[in-house]
């Protein structure tokens, strides 16, 4: 059975790719994946902030005029010390490369222009076969509007591809006033490929301590349907490969995404939660399903169940709509009428 798939001129063994997180922070851990199954990995993002000297900037607006009044002098964190800085990251990338064959995907996360080309460069040099641009933004300024975000966007990418010769992809977040628009102008502007979707992670308050807390939420695989839906609708509109990220935790989840038009399925959460050795399992279910529905290989399931075929796939939303709430039935039984509501 043919489980290999292409990914941003790559060809991989699988479609199972550990995406950014503690777990790939770590040499043995890659070495390990790689045992396991994984057909690449993407690395921990490395932080604008520890590229330039804004992480003072942002500590002196974090700050400001907290002393003005005693309850919020603690209020905001202090900003923690990054886990790996740029040289260590560098580091990882070389020492890594020397010990396993799979492909190392280098993310970078930022919000401007400042401190990407050079470090995308060292990048590259330190052995990164890929770069994963993870733009990481919430824009808080009123008057700035939709086209100038989305054009700042395409401004950094472009910059960092024509900066490197490896293949660069960007991940994005789900929350554009038009996700079909941006995806085509990133097409445009040469991407390789489009990781479907960022996940925001919201913060807290704490009551007892009055301070602004991080809150890291794991992802659900009720989360797969936004990626689901995006990478179905956009598999075959745009030439760049697709890869899906958040919410994928069994082979049904894998095998879903592939049909909607997934080059590369990302994973996180269920690594997290079971283990580097889930990979096995995961891998070993797709191989019984396809066996069992006889399936070949994974390019023969790629974009069966997208939208390339519909000529109107807003349409074809807003029917899928309709009808998940007319056909819906509560588990509990019968609605009741309003005969039955007493004041």
């Not at 290999?4 to 777990?23: F, Q, W």
Request: proline fraction near 6%; charged fraction near 20%.
């Amino acid at each position: 059975m043919d489980l290999t798939t292409d990914y941003m001129g790559m060809k991989l063994r699988s479609p199972l790719v550990p995406s950014a997180s503690p777990l790939t922070g770590d040499i043995d851990n890659i070495v390990w994946m790689e045992d396991a199954g994984a057909a690449a990995v993407v690395l921990p993002s490395l932080f604008e902030e520890q590229l330039s000297m804004e992480s003072y900037e942002l500590h002196h607006h974090l700050t400001y005029g907290t002393e003005s009044f005693p309850e919020s002098l603690t209020y905001f964190p202090e900003p923690e010390n990054f886990r790996l800085g740029p040289d260590e990251y560098l580091e990882l990338i070389y020492k890594a490369k020397q010990k396993v064959k799979i492909p190392l995907i280098a993310s970078l996360n930022g919000s401007s222009l400042d401190g990407w080309t050079d470090y995308a460069r060292m990048l590259e040099q330190a052995g990164a076969a890929a770069l994963e641009l993870n733009i990481y933004s919430v824009q808080t300024d009123p008057d700035k509007t939709s086209d100038q975000i989305e054009q700042s966007y395409i401004n950094m990418f472009q910059v960092v591809k024509a900066a490197v010769a490896i293949p660069v992809s960007v991940k994005l977040s789900a929350y554009f006033t038009n996700m079909a628009n941006i995806a085509k102008r990133f097409d445009q502007a040469g991407v390789d490929a489009l990781v479907l979707f960022n996940r925001f992670y919201q913060p807290d308050i704490n009551l007892e301590t009055l301070e602004v807390q991080p809150h890291v939420l794991l992802s659900t695989p009720q989360a797969m349907r936004l990626p689901l839906r995006w990478i179905a609708i956009l598999y075959h509109r745009i030439h760049a490969d697709l890869a899906a990220t958040s919410g994928i935790h069994t082979a049904h989840d894998v095998l879903k995404m592939l049909m909607a038009g997934a080059n590369i399925t990302m994973l996180c959460a269920v690594l997290l939660r079971h283990g580097i050795n889930h990979l096995r399992c995961i891998e070993q279910e797709m191989r019984e399903w396809m066996e069992k529905h006889e399936y070949e290989s994974v390019k023969q399931l790629q974009g069966s169940m997208s939208q390339k075929n519909c000529p109107n796939p807003s349409a074809f939303e807003r029917a899928q709509y309709m009808r998940a709430l007319q056909t819906y039935k509560p588990e509990w039984g019968r609605i009741y009428e309003p005969s039955y509501y007493h004041g």
